[in-house]
């Protein structure tokens, strides 16, 4: 399935973006870093905050921006120990986590490929990388934009790829398979008129069998004749009679 969807590569990716932009960072410190400035105005708030022993006082007038970072400078001042060297690894981790979040929005407009491309050079830009010098707000500004940037293309994706496949399952409804259509739909078969009908003799003859004339030769047909006396009876013919009492007609002599 991770092989399917290629999410090892997105993964891989956001690792090779990540080398290559703290790599170059680090390169830049070490050789072309000529000095850092750090804003008055943060430096002397960050102050205050390391005076007051807490991290109380940077919310004091209320949630901005500036005491946002301040919060955050403070916690890397925990760890190297000075303002300046956190305010500049500070820098390197928002531009790192910046190059990330836009290998991500451009893979949620166009594809991974052209994400990682972009990524690539959004990580070597000079002008980008010199902000490390200046320990200001720009870099967290910058990246709080890329974060809002890749929850806005990230919730497009998710609506382009719902509906996409909503699309593909209206037009797998629309398009039955012609076996399945065929197993569904029933058999045809001749309905029967049983409506009342008026019968018309026309109707009838016409349904009568017509003979064909027989094309064998036949004898000839005999020529019907009648029988008739060669003169006609009177009234006043006279027969001779006899008598044929007690006798059988087939006793006649």
Sequence with gaps: MIMKNKGWMSVLFLFILACIAV??????????????????????????????????????????????YIYTLYLFFLLFGNFTVAGVYLNILYQVFTVLLVYIIAKNVSNRYI????????????????????????NMEIFIAAVLCAVISCAVRIFYNRRKAGKKMEQGQ?????NIAAAAEPAACPVL?????????????????????????????????????????????????????????????
């Design 23 to 68: 790599g170059v960072r680090i390169y830049y410190i070490n050789h072309l870093m000529d000095e850092v400035s750090i804003n008055e105005d943060i430096y002397n708030a960050a102050k205050v905050s390391l005076g007051n022993n807490g991290l109380t006082s940077a919310f004091a007038d209320g949630f901005h921006m500036q005491s946002l």
């Design 115 to 138: 994400g990682f491309t972009t990524g690539v050079i959004v990580s070597v830009i000079p002008v980008y990388i010199g902000n490390l010098s200046q320990v200001t707000m720009l």
């Design 174 to 178: 629309g398009a039955i398979p012609e």
């Design 193 to 253: 008129d049983t409506s009342m009908k008026e019968i018309v003799l026309d109707d009838l003859e016409d349904k009568k069998v017509q003979y064909i004339e027989n094309p064998l030769p036949v004898p000839k047909r005999r020529e019907h004749k009648e029988m008739d006396f060669a003169f006609e009876p009177t009234g006043n013919d006279d027969y001779d009679l006899k008598d044929m009492s007690g006798k059988d007609f087939f006793d006649i002599e």
